[in-house]
């Protein structure tokens, strides 16, 4: 039997393809029937990840839903596309904001219905479910997320994990070993970032600034500068297609469309990416300060083992242009963005299952929330 490296650089022999592994995880294999699955319920997007499958969904966290009697419409991508376009009986909600739960109803019905696409609704045994929570959660914002997974369907208990923690392991970063890995998450509503060593995070830092803010600031500029009033959908495709950290020398443009502010007519501008790098400048700047605060804050042994090694950036605004740039700029730390960034959180989720006897004790539990485990918002 051939063992290959832990993934977490643990140190016990381990073998992905065995059903009788030694500490990893061997007790939850005997149940056949039972499905893992590592969520990642993102502000954005909702992410689910099938041990031995790997991203089976990658859905927009979006629900569309009757005005009159509350019924859900539409769930996921179905629903996004409804965003901005709905008549006044429809109206399309985002039931996570900042990486938390805003609408504890809604997003239970999205877990269930997220759950029951990749579970195919006929099940032997709940499955074993492991799901991402932002750093900085409170213990009744934990308490929901836990809650509303069990509800859709989860086995009791669902698992929580810190974001950041997920992100590392999905990003295959050795986080066993005792040595400091940074990792900086950005996503659609928090970017976080966070030093971690021996399984556990040492220093993190979550902040309310992400690829929404992005987008909002470059709707702001447009609207400021060209006088064009666009959607949040319109100002994510500027950033997505021109948009970038730094200066790029050849200066992309786009045809951007939109209302006019004066004569309230349709209007088409068209913006060039210099302009979006000036629009994202002062939020980029506050996930820089995040970034600075926790390398402050971080002891000096684990401080040198980050500049050895470079922060890894993960969430899908790491895909944003020169980021990475940016950030080694701003603080004199290399850095490198993970391979497939986005879906690092889910992937992380669903292997820390696999590995839950040594994360055991970083996990937050009922009775052990995370900021009674030292980390801090
Ligand atoms: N190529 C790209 N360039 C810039 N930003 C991008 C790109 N692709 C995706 N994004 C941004 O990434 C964000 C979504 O990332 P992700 O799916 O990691 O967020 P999330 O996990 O749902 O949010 P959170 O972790 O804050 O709860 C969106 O704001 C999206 O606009
Ligand atoms: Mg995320």
């Given at each position: 039997?051939?063992?290959q490296?832990c993934?977490?650089?643990?140190?016990v022999?381990?073998?992905p393809?065995s059903?009788?592994?030694?500490?990893?995880?061997?007790?939850?294999?005997?149940?056949?029937?039972?499905?893992?699955i590592?969520?990642?319920?993102?502000?954005?997007?909702?992410?689910?990840?099938?041990?031995?499958?790997?991203?089976?969904?990658n859905?927009p966290?979006?629900?569309?839903?009757?005005?009159?009697?509350?019924?859900?419409?539409?769930?996921g991508?179905?629903a996004?596309n409804?965003l901005?376009?709905t008549?006044?009986t429809?109206?399309?909600?985002?039931?996570?904001r900042?990486?938390?739960?805003?609408?504890y109803?809604?997003t239970?019905?999205?877990?269930?219905y997220?759950?029951?696409k990749?579970?195919g609704?006929?099940?032997?045994s709940?499955p074993?479910?492991?799901?991402?929570?932002?750093?900085g959660?409170?213990?009744v914002?934990?308490?929901?997320?836990?809650?509303?997974?069990e509800q859709?369907?989860?086995?009791?208990p669902?698992?929580l994990?810190?974001?950041?923690?997920?992100a590392?392991?999905g990003?295959r970063?050795?986080?066993?070993?005792?040595?400091?890995?940074?990792v900086?998450?950005?996503?659609?509503?928090?970017?976080?970032?966070a030093?971690?060593?021996?399984?556990?995070?040492?220093?993190?830092?979550?902040?309310r600034?992400a690829?929404?803010?992005?987008d909002?600031?470059?709707?702001?500029?447009?609207k400021r500068?060209?006088?064009?009033?666009?959607?949040s959908?319109?100002?994510?495709e500027?950033?997505?297609t021109i948009?970038?950290?730094?200066?790029?020398?050849?200066n992309p443009?786009?045809?951007?469309?939109?209302?006019d502010?004066?004569?309230?007519?349709?209007?088409t501008?068209?913006?060039?990416s210099w302009?979006v790098t000036?629009a994202?400048?002062?939020p980029?700047?506050?996930i820089v300060?995040?970034?600075?605060?926790?390398l402050?804050?971080?002891?000096?042994e684990?401080?040198?083992d980050?500049?050895d090694?470079?922060m890894?950036?993960?969430g899908g605004g790491a895909?944003?242009r020169n980021?990475?740039?940016?950030?080694a700029?701003?603080?004199?730390?290399p850095?490198?963005?993970?391979?497939?960034?986005e879906?690092?959180?889910?992937i992380?989720?669903g292997?820390?299952?696999?590995h839950?006897?040594?994360l055991r004790?970083?996990l937050?539990?009922?009775?052990?929330?995370?900021a009674a485990?030292?980390?801090?918002?």
């Open positions: 039997m051939v063992f490296t993934p977490l650089a643990c140190r022999p381990y073998n393809g059903a009788r592994r030694s500490r990893h995880g061997a007790r939850q294999e005997r149940l056949v029937f039972t499905k893992w590592g969520i990642d319920l993102g502000t954005a997007n909702c992410l689910v990840y099938v041990k031995g499958k790997g991203i089976v969904l859905e966290s979006v629900v569309a839903l009757s005005v009159n009697d509350n019924r859900i419409v539409a769930i991508n179905e996004r409804m901005g376009r008549p006044g429809i109206q399309v909600v985002r039931p996570m900042d990486g938390v739960i805003a609408d109803m809604i239970e019905a999205m877990l269930r997220f759950m029951q990749v579970t609704g006929f099940r032997l709940k074993q479910v492991m799901i991402c929570v932002p750093a959660v409170t213990s914002e934990q308490w929901a997320v836990r809650d509303a997974a859709a369907g989860a086995r009791k669902a698992h994990i810190p974001e950041p923690l997920a590392a392991i990003a970063i050795p986080i066993g070993s005792p040595a400091g890995n940074m900086v998450d950005i996503g659609g509503g928090t970017t976080e970032a030093v971690i060593s021996m399984y556990g995070i040492v220093v993190s830092q979550s902040v600034v690829g929404n803010k992005l909002d600031a470059i709707a702001a500029y447009i500068k060209h006088n064009l009033v666009i959607g959908r319109t100002a994510e500027v950033k997505v948009g970038s950290a730094l200066p790029l020398h050849d443009a786009m045809e951007v469309r939109g209302r502010q004066l004569t309230g007519l349709p209007k501008v068209v913006v060039h302009e000036q994202l400048a002062e980029l700047s506050q300060a995040a970034v600075r605060s926790v402050e804050a971080t002891p000096p684990l401080a040198s980050v500049i090694r470079g890894v950036l993960t895909l944003l980021i990475d740039r940016l950030l700029q701003e603080t004199g730390v850095c490198h963005v993970a391979h497939e960034p879906k690092c959180v889910a992380g989720a292997l820390a299952l696999e839950l006897d040594v004790r970083s937050p539990t009922d009775d052990e929330p995370l485990m030292g980390v801090t918002a």
